[in-house]
């Protein structure tokens, strides 16, 4: 889905186009257009559409505008960064990252799979850096490919005869333990969003937390003994759980 055709880097022009929030999505709409994979217009029409529903800009400077659209002939992922930042109603300041997800109008579910891939991906501080720093659009492929479509990796050795379970605080821990549940009215990127955040908020902190994020494909509930184990309790949610 990603390609170095469908990637701009700011020495190869971007500051070309201009300020305006409307103007560089075109261009990013342009370049997906100009690989033959969507008309231009069209998607630019239905990812400003989109975005006039609810700003896509995220803590950390990015953004991740996305929409499905009859314009897109094959579904495309475009990449931007901008050495001028520009507004997309993130709470931290104007974006210098932008992926523009155009999916067909066939494409709702894997639009929404990659859409939570990337906003996970983003999360990871340096991830964010790889891409801020990549010298060339392949490189930008690559990083990007790691994340969408992630290597196959080994399945995780079996705990040791006797080991402790997670649930189990060594005696004369002072580590805090916490659960979090977290959900959002779709059910997809900010779910896994607001897990991963408070994951690495906990680690920087010395806190153990585990997340049991509740998203629209289902969850797998943290085990008894793990909420009861806990000393505190999250819920990062804007629907019932």
Known sequence: MASPGCTEMEKSGLEKFLASTTRR????AGIIGGAGRADAAGLT???????EKFPTGMPGRFTIPHCRSEAVTRSSLGFARLSRPVDFGGKDGPADIIFLIAAGTDGGEEHMKLLTKLARAMVHEDFVQALREAPDADAIVTLVRDVVEPPARAAAPAPAPGASSPAEKAPGSSTARI?????CPTGIAHTYMAADYLTAAARKAGVDLQAEPQGSSGYEPLPPEVIKAADAVIFATDVGV
């Open 25 to 28: 999505r075109s261009a990013l």
């Open 45 to 51: 029409r239905d990812a400003l559409a989109r975005e």
């Open 179 to 183: 659960v979090a549940v977290t959900a």
